[in-house]
């Protein structure tokens, strides 16, 4: 199974930006790769996705917000987030798979105030 490290977050003040880093343990070429987030008292939930092939997908709430580039010869997803709002406060977590995202990352914590 591949590992998945999030970092970057932290407290950030409404509209600024920030960057969170995913680096996986191997190659991750043709892995669809996702960024998700689950707020206290909220379900987990997908916020952004890139796939093999590069074709994205964002949640509704975050889209002109937040982009998912990522470099394959690095192993590394980002999620570019700026025009932070206070409901964008949550843990962050990196996911991988092939497909399906099966694994996921620790997570990293975004507070926006």
């Known amino acids: 199974h591949v590992q998945l490290v999030e970092s970057g977050g932290g407290p950030v003040q409404a509209g600024g930006s920030l960057r969170l880093s995913c680096v996986a343990s191997k190659y991750t070429n043709g892995y669809c790769m996702g960024w998700f987030r689950q707020a206290p008292g909220k379900e987990r939930e997908s916020v952004a996705a890139?796939?093999?092939?590069?074709?994205?997908s964002y949640a509704d709430s975050v889209k002109g917000r937040f982009t998912i580039p990522r470099d394959n010869v690095k192993n590394t997803v980002w999620l570019q987030m700026d025009s932070l709002k206070s409901e964008d406060t949550a843990m962050y977590y990196c996911?991988?798979?092939?497909?399906?995202?099966?694994?996921w990352g620790q997570g990293t914590q975004v507070t926006v105030s």
């Open positions: 996911g991988a798979g092939v497909g399906v995202i099966d694994t």
């Open positions: 890139i796939e093999g092939d590069g074709t994205t």
